[in-house]
């Protein structure tokens, strides 16, 4: 870094920006599971000797490590991407009644056009039920500012504060310019039961409190910097956030801009004005009408865009029409599809699923790739976990079928544990397999438990699989390479006889592995 | 033209080098003194998908992505991916794919092929050397800059010829 420094500035996606602010901002804990486009938000913190970062078991329990050390005192902050955050919300709605003692940042990665993900949630309505603050950046500079800021306004309002960003901010590099750390002082860890024992009665009088907090809040969203008005020839004005403020300054140099930086609670106020002040106003956002239903409700009269504007990313060049309130002309190019590498041990595991015909509950990772022809070897894809679950579903939906499960060993980890232990507890018969290539590979080969490497790829304890397995309850559990065809193949077709749970370990090493 | 923003697309699939050709470009830009946004998509594109990235340079950049007809230069390093990527050039943008063959023949290891490109790229960049060679140094640490460096230089020949 220290060429970099020299400049002042760096080349930083808003991955790397967002870590590097967090960094200067005296951040000491952050914890995350990897998630495209969120994964190089930790692996930059974990650069950072100064830094306890780590990679989680799964969201939730990312959330509340981090969200506990922020209660204790220290500066902390938890990444994810937008389906990881459904894993943590349980933690994530009462958070906002204890508050936190230091600061704490909740970072979210939509993928708007779903480059690497199974949906196109829109994060922001996560900020409204809630009720808790929403910084949104439009560019990596900002979101090295507004982390900062998003710290501050955490112990200034006693509240975690949600950070959002989009793939396309997350993965944009621009100039950056570079601080020094300050690291704040560390409030005192004290007991206080009142604030950090969620039972009804403590709960209710933290609900009053998280309310009034919203009403200074909002005072805040009308005075700060972070929602700014920029005056042009007030013949049309937008309304607008993140990316698509980029987009519009593309097309429109000219027009009036409300860049609403703080998305919630939202600056009325300052948008009635804002309305009086153009001849045309309109809203542009990528995804939900979330700006715009509030901007409704305020009564202003507003350009919606077309619902069709709803669905996918935008790009510079559907503005125009989305301006005009037309609907969104599709121009679909056929992209070349993604496909497992050619060394890829997973082309094993499926083509002996193809050879006994089995019917796959799939799972979260490269191996989703099973699905394409020419193999066509997988058959669902829901969540993080959902091999196991869905195999055990499938069973009972579908009897006398040869149904397998699938999971990779990072997955399994994150969230297929407690599905193996269900369906060993409730008698479930079959074949789970799990898909070890010794890391994550779909986000870039990140290490978990069953690695026994740390996020600095220092060694720790190691999570053994066969023995986890067999403490859940399988009957059987076999470790197989399946590069060995024929073997792997017998494996399988016994076991998927038997009347057993069995779980067989496909266990290869990635290619990717530590090039 | 003092405000004119720069926009390549560069294209490939994965494994071909295309990010750390717009990286490199990216930095020369930075080096130079210019506002710069560079776009990709990372995650499953590694796995053999179409890979493609933008950058922008100027005194102001907003957009991250180059708008459909306007990119100032297309480098596409796959002949299959080009008809796709070329909707992104201007009326009156350069293809420097024809390059691609022509840059093929000239250098002995293929790795190097990305590098090479950009070298040809940089002579019809308002960009000096001195950035070039430093965002090489920036891009490449300390495994094969000065290997970079000779087909960089070799590449920027063929691209002023």
Redesign the interface.
């Known amino acids: 870094m220290a060429?970099?420094s020299a400049?002042n500035?760096a080349?930083l996606s808003g991955d790397e920006a967002l870590a590097r602010g967090a960094y200067e901002a005296g951040l000491s804990v952050a914890c995350a599971y990897p998630g495209?486009?969120s994964t190089e938000i930790l692996e930059t913190l974990a650069g950072f000797p100064e830094i306890d970062a780590q990679w989680s078991v799964n969201e939730k329990v990312a959330f509340e490590v981090a969200l506990g050390a922020a209660t204790a005192g220290a500066r902390s902050l938890f990444a994810c991407k937008h389906v990881g955050l459904n894993v943590a919300m349980d933690p994530l709605m009462t958070a906002s009644y204890t508050g936190v003692l230091a600061g704490f940042v909740v970072v979210v990665c939509d993928d708007p056009g779903m480059?690497?993900s199974q949906n196109e949630q829109d994060t922001r309505w996560v900020s409204l039920y809630s009720k808790m603050p929403m910084l949104e950046p439009s560019?990596p500079a900002e979101a090295r500012e507004f982390v900062k800021e998003a710290f501050a306004m955490s112990e200034r309002f006693d509240t975690p504060v949600i950070l959002r960003m989009t793939?396309?901010i997350a993965?944009?590099?621009?100039?950056v310019t570079i601080g020094e750390r300050q690291v704040p002082e560390r409030p005192a860890f004290e007991r206080n039961a009142a604030k950090y024992v969620m039972v009804p009665g403590h709960a209710y009088q933290r609900h009053i409190l998280v309310e009034q907090r919203l009403v200074k809040l909002k005072t805040l969203a009308e005075r700060t910097r972070l929602n700014r008005v920029e005056k042009g020839d007030g013949k049309i004005g937008f309304i607008t956030s993140g990316?698509s403020?980029?987009?519009l300054?593309?097309n429109y140099p000219d027009a009036s801009y409300l860049k609403l930086g703080m998305s919630y609670p939202f600056c009325d106020d300052k948008i009635r004005a804002f309305a009086k002040s153009v001849k045309k106003l309109v809203v542009v956002e990528e995804l939900d009408p979330f700006i715009e239903d509030h901007v409704k409700s305020l009564g202003v009269k507003v350009v919606a865009k077309d619902p069709s504007f709803r669905i996918g990313e935008l790009?510079?060049?559907l503005i125009p029409a989305l301006v005009a309130g037309k609907a969104k002309q599709e121009?679909k190019?056929?992209?070349?599809?993604?496909?497992?590498?050619p060394e890829c041990p997973h082309w094993a595991s499926f083509a002996a699923l193809k050879k006994i015909d089995a019917y796959v509950a799939g799972d979260i990772g490269?191996y989703t790739?099973a699905c394409l022809p020419p193999m066509s070897a997988l058959h669902s894809c829901l969540c993080m976990g959902a091999g196991v679950t869905f195999h055990e579903g499938w069973r009972k939906g579908a009897p006398g079928k040869c149904i397998v499960g699938v999971v990779g060993d990072s997955t399994f980890v994150h969230s297929g544990i407690t599905g193996l232990i269900n369906a060993a507890y409730n008698r479930t018969k079959g074949v789970i397999i799990i898909l070890d290539n010794s890391t994550t590979a779909?986000?870039?080969g990140q290490q978990h438990p069953a690695t026994g490497l740390t996020i600095r790829n220092e060694p720790t304890k190691k999570l053994v699989l066969e023995d986890l397995c067999r403490a859940c309850g399988a009957d059987n559990v076999d470790v197989v390479d399946p590069k060995n065809m024929v073997e792997f193949r017998t494996i399988l077709e016994k076991r998927v006889h038997e009347d057993a749970l069995s779980v067989v370990i496909s266990r290869h090493p990635c290619k990717?592995l530590r090039r | 033209m003092k405000d004119k923003v720069y926009s390549i697309t560069f294209g490939g699939i994965g494994g071909q080098g295309v990010l750390k050709a717009s990286e490199i470009c990216s930095w020369a830009a930075l080096f130079a003194g210019y506002h710069v946004k560079k776009s990709e998509v990372h995650g499953m594109a590694q796995r053999g998908g179409s890979v493609e990235s933008h950058v922008r340079f100027g005194k102001r950049v907003y957009s991250p992505l180059v708008p459909t007809g306007g990119a100032d230069f297309l480098l596409c390093f796959h002949r299959e991916e080009q008809p796709r990527l070329s909707a992104f050039l201007k009326k009156d943008g350069v293809d420097l794919t024809e390059y691609v063959e022509k840059a093929g023949q000239a250098i002995e290891n293929p790795r190097g092929l990305n590098t090479c490109l950009v070298g040809v790229l940089s002579a019809r960049l308002p960009i000096q050397q001195e950035h070039w060679m430093k965002a090489i140094e920036t891009v490449f640490k300390n495994k094969g800059v000065e290997e970079n460096k000779k087909i960089f230089l070799d590449g920027r020949k063929m691209g002023q010829s």
């Open positions: 060429k970099k400049l500035q080349l495209t486009p480059h690497s560019s793939t396309r993965h944009t590099k621009e100039n990316v403020y980029q987009y300054k593309e790009t510079p060049e121009q190019v056929a992209k070349r599809k993604p496909r497992l590498c490269c790739l779909m986000t870039g990717l």
